[in-house]
């Protein structure tokens, strides 16, 4: 079964996400973070089961800035996030390395004519959207539980 625009709070995406690939099972993800929770969303948005287990005793929102190239952009705007990080990241107008002992610009690298666009962000807020979308999408993330081990179907939890 196909449906567009998977919304869960998060809305309008133009990707079609196949809803049945993993409806009903479930799927536990070690950590999360930026891959964790993304990856916690497309098994969910497919009707997965997902419980992300985290070191962490918050799911903390961290870090420094992010540059979220157009490749990225689709892939979060498969998930239904594509408006959202319009509304927390910033268009791109080009990135330009300077010489740091002159100070002087070495080159210029337009990003404008990118789509979707290529965007900075402060990983927080990505993290801050991704956890949302998740709870929304009925994923359970258990914090403070830390995987020791691995084995072929299970996680060890200490
Ligand atoms: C300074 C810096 C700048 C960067 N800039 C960019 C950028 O501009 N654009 C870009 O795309 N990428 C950038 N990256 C890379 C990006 O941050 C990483 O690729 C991304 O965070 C990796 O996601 P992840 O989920 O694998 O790891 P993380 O986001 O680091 O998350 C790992 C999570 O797993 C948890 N964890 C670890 N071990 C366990 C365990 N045993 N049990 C339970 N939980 C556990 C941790 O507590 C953490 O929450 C940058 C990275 C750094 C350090």
Redesign the pocket.
Known sequence: MKRRNATNGVKKSTATIDVGANAGRSIAI??????????ALAFARQGAKVTV????RA??EV???????PN?ARALAALGLAEALDQIGLRAAAVQPVDALTGHAIARFDLTRQTPPYR?LH?ADL?GLLARACTDAGVRIALH????DVTAGWFI?R
Request: hydrophobic content about 45%.
């Open positions: 070690s950590g999360g973070g930026i891959g964790g929770l993304t990856a287990h985290e070191q962490a799911i903390a870090g420094a800035g992010l540059q979220i190239t990225g900075f990983r993290i539980a830390r995987i020791a939890r």
